[in-house]
């Protein structure tokens, strides 16, 4: 049973590793084509504050993980607090900024007749930064919420008192319940875009083919990367919110190093690999990317 651990420990820190490298990288190739240009498109600003915000998801899940499993001295209870902040708020960040962009891909590629489609598509940038602003309310109340339940259960456990332990299961009910509303609402959000990419580009095939021209155009294979990426993210974030959900449900009764370390293996399968999969899905980032995977052989030929 000692090798459980261990195999789980390192495929956590793999992940950690490979997901701060991907957003990393992400956000450097875009901050220098920023200083170059002296400009970036709406999708890299996107892309950029998505990578930062999910560095600090990494980040944080690792460290709550790691303090909490060898209780470390300097994880008291302002620190937890802290850190529960700072959890709520970057999630919070990479899973809307993640939203804005399935929104972004969906007005930019889809085409629709509708008058107010057509007013919304002329109005991409705007829509999507009024979108993220308007969340920001929703951020409040989480952190609202979890900041009174987290204060709560600090004070019970140093007080050990009944009657405050029945206050907070109330309450952790109702950070609960936030929690799956705060996630499920731009997860529908992500699932119809999706969706009206699938019809949108059904159309457009149905119209290439009634005029006899071949159904593999530019358009499509637009339509069909926008598609993966948004399908990775949701099928991803599901599998994060499954692992999160879980250790909020059973916060009081996870006791075991090895159940812990699995959810949190399974939930940073989400900031990790969906990078990756934004790296390939987007041309610059891309030749980027196989630019420096092609440096080190370059420098073995020149040495031989």
Known sequence: MALLPIILSSLLMIEFVL?????????????????????????DRILTALAVSRIGLLWVLVLN???????????????????????????????????SLSILYL?????FSNRCFLHLKWKAKRVVLMIFLGTLIILVCHIAVSSIEEAMAMNVYDRNITWETNMLDKVHISSVTVFILVNFIPFTMSLTAVLLLIFSMWKHVKKMQLNGKGSQD???????????????????FV????????????????????VRTFCEVLGLMYPSSHSFILIFGNKKLRQAFLSFLWQPRCWLNKRK
């Open 65 to 99: 993980l790691y303090a909490t499993v060898f209780n470390l001295a300097f994880y008291n209870t302002e620190a937890r607090l802290i850190m529960h902040i700072v959890w709520v708020v970057s999630n919070h960040c990479s899973l809307w900024l993640a939203t």
């Open 239 to 258: 599998i994060f919110f499954v692992s999160q959900i879980t250790s909020l449900l059973n916060s009081s009764t996870l006791q075991s190093i090895s």
């Open 107 to 111: 007005l930019m590629i889809a085409n």
């Open 218 to 236: 530019l358009s499509t294979k637009i339509h069909v990367r926008a598609m993966h990426t948004v399908i990775s993210f949701l099928l991803l």
């Open 19 to 43: 997901g701060n490298f991907a957003n990393g990288f992400i956000a450097l190739v875009n901050c220098t084509d920023w200083v170059k240009r002296q400009k970036l498109s709406c999708t």
